[in-house]
């Protein structure tokens, strides 16, 4: 590759990180915009859904201000969102069942190693996710058998404890697909 191809790559790259930062920039302002707490005076309610925290957000006008309400938003299922004849908002879902959803991630365990894991989560119940995993080292021989339980801490990011068939134990910080 030429010189003069390296350095339009070079541009075109920071050109391309320039406009991600700046859109993300812009995306990350009208979020606040949206999903701000003020209720506007001729409003009676707003409902604020964010997938990223799973949650369901209530705004009301009550007697002696605003009232929030926040709930657990599950995203594997359907959520129901009623309005009752009283003016009060009511949320249903199911927060617990079984799933099959893959998982990869990776494990730091007792015996100071690193590993890769796969996983199958098989229940969940609110954001706790559990299932089988294979955890696997640089070697074959290292690879391993074993459950986790995860918390969903970020959109699709779930960080918990893991143990394995060679009685290690640690942390496991995995991503759903």
Not at 136 to 153: D, E, H
């Amino acid at each position: 590759m030429t010189l003069k191809y390296r350095i339009l790559v070079y541009v075109a790259l920071f050109v391309g990180i320039g406009l991600y930062w700046l859109m993300r920039k812009h995306d990350k302002h009208v979020d606040n915009n949206l999903t701000t707490t003020v209720l506007p005076p001729q409003d009676k309610q707003k409902i604020i859904v964010d997938p990223a925290h799973h949650t369901i957000t209530t705004v009301t006008q009550g007697r002696c201000g605003v009232i929030v309400k926040k709930e657990y938003l599950n995203p594997r299922g359907v959520t129901d969102v009623e309005e009752t004849k009283t003016g009060q908002t009511q949320i249903q879902q199911r927060t617990y069942g079984v799933e099959n959803i893959v998982r990869v991630g990776v494990t730091y365990g007792s015996d100071l190693n690193i590993r890769a894991a796969l996983g199958l989560d098989v229940l969940y119940w609110h954001g706790f996710d559990f299932g089988p995993a294979i955890f696997s080292g640089l070697s074959l021989k290292s690879t391993r058998l074993g459950g986790y339980l995860v918390y969903n801490a970020y959109d699709n990011v779930s960080v918990g404890p893991y143990i394995d068939n060679h009685h290690d134990f640690g942390v496991m910080l995995s991503v759903r697909f």
